[in-house]
Each structure stands twice: as structure tokens, then as C-alpha cells.
T-cell receptor, first 119, second 113 residues
Framework: GAVVSQHPSWVICKSGTSVKIECRSLDFQATTMFWYRQFPKKSLMLMATSNEGSKATYEQGVEKDKFLINHASLTLSTLTVTSAHPEDSSFYIC???????????????FGPGTRLTVL | SQELEQSPQSLIVQEGKNLTINCTSSKTLYGLYWYKQKYGEGLIFLMMLQKGGEEKSHEKITAKLDEKKQQSSLHITASQPSHAGIYLCGASYRAGTASKLTFGTGTRLQVTL
């Protein structure tokens, strides 16, 4: 299957700083990427849909000014957590769709995740 | 309320035993996906079901989707320690190239020796 990478795999930062997480599709072009957040022992919650060349679509309750998403190329989407606070500590996972695949059109390939800890 | 419910939330089985995980949707699915996740890692795709009544198997794992396309089960035969992890069902509710997945609550599986 297609490979999606995330960088960094983990990051520790001080409260008030900003952190950027990268999501890359390594062997395919992804017009759509998704950003999820996972709390300990909880399921994945979709934060936003990242579309190449256009603004991201945020889910209800997700602050777009807090979680900045940029999908500048067909292989890279970034999530920037601005002015991070301890409550932003979580496991962030991205996924990417390979648009030329046949059914299932909705198949998403997931990155390995980034663990963010805000002190 | 949660759109996609999984049961049980956690499961401890002895190696060699069979087990079943259920995923129930509050509305008709377009597609149902099963993923496995090891703690602190990404998701590994297991299987996808789209047709009512469909059943798929891979190695010792079998997934089924009911005729009404609102309920799916994942059955593991003769469980092994390598099966341990978190199992997540994900649902799409419409066709289209950008439709998003809604995930279930997850089932944490432990396999004891």
C-alpha cells in the first residue's frame, strides 16, 4: 500500500510556543489529507480535511486559528498548533487519499502519528 | 451520541481462543473499514466492506457486514499475541472522493499466554 510519513514522531514544547507537524505522502500524490487527534484510550477524532491549493475544512468545535493547516503541495500537508497549551497535548495522526485508486475511493493511508506534549 | 459504537471496549482472551468485535452504526453505511492500531502508532488497514451481507477473510480474521449495512463484526480465530492492539472501525456515509471517515470508539484487545 501507499506510504504516509509524519514528522516529527514526537515533540515536547513549552506552553505558548507553536509546533509544526508535517504529513507527507511518499509514493503518491494526495489531493486530500485528513488530520485526526486521538486522546489516550480514545478513538480518533477528525479535526480537519486538508485540500491541496485551497483552505482546509474544519470540523465543528475545532479552532481554525489554533490549528493552522497548510496543504501547499500534492505530497505535503502541515498542521501548526499555535500558542500551544497543555490541553493540546495529544497524539495527532494524518491520513492521505490516493486519488487514482479504484474502489475503495475512500481508502485512506495513515501516518504513524506525532505525539505532542506541551509543558 | 456516538454515531459509531464498538463493543466490547476491551477484551482479554487467552491465546488460541476465538473472539468477536462488533461495530454498530446509527445510520446506513456507505463503506465500513476495519483498522488495527498498536499503542502510539498509526493505523494498519485490515479490511473494507461495502456490500450488504459481504464477508471477507484474511488469514485468521474475518469481517462481515449485515444486510442492512448498519452493523459489522470482526472475528479472530485462534488468537495469537500478535493480534493484540486496538481495533477501530471506520465508516463512510457517502460516496465521493473526499468523504471523511467517522471512527468507532475502539476495542482494546489483549491476548494472554
Amino acid at each position: 500500500g501507499a506510504v504516509v510519513s509524519q514528522h516529527p514522531s514526537w515533540v515536547i514544547c513549552k506552553s505558548g510556543t507553536s509546533v509544526k507537524i508535517e504529513c507527507r505522502s511518499l509514493d503518491f500524490q494526495a489531493t486530500t489529507m485528513f488530520w485526526y487527534r486521538q486522546f489516550p484510550k480514545k478513538s480518533l477524532m477528525l479535526m480537519a480535511t486538508s485540500n491541496e491549493g485551497s483552505k482546509a475544512t474544519y470540523e465543528q468545535g475545532v479552532e481554525k486559528d489554533k490549528f493552522l493547516i497548510n496543504h501547499a503541495s500534492l505530497t505535503l500537508s502541515t498542521l501548526t498548533v499555535t500558542s500551544a497549551h497543555p490541553e493540546d497535548s495529544s497524539f495527532y495522526i494524518c491520513s492521505a487519499r490516493e486519488p487514482t485508486s479504484g474502489w475503495p475511493y475512500n481508502e485512506q493511508f495513515f501516518g504513524p502519528g506525532t505525539r505532542l506534549t506541551v509543558l | 451520541s456516538q454515531e459509531l459504537e464498538q463493543s466490547p471496549q476491551s477484551l482479554i482472551v487467552q491465546e488460541g481462543k476465538n473472539l468477536t468485535i462488533n461495530c454498530t452504526s446509527s445510520k446506513t453505511l456507505y463503506g465500513l473499514y476495519w483498522y488495527k492500531q498498536k499503542y502510539g502508532e498509526g493505523l494498519i488497514f485490515l479490511m473494507m466492506l461495502q456490500k450488504g451481507g459481504e464477508e471477507k477473510s484474511h488469514e485468521k480474521i474475518t469481517a462481515k457486514l449485515d444486510e442492512k449495512k448498519q452493523q459489522s463484526s470482526l472475528h479472530i480465530t485462534a488468537s495469537q499475541p500478535s493480534h493484540a492492539g486496538i481495533y477501530l472501525c471506520g465508516a463512510s456515509y457517502r460516496a465521493g472522493t473526499a468523504s471523511k471517515l467517522t471512527f468507532g470508539t475502539g476495542t482494546r484487545l489483549q491476548v494472554t499466554l
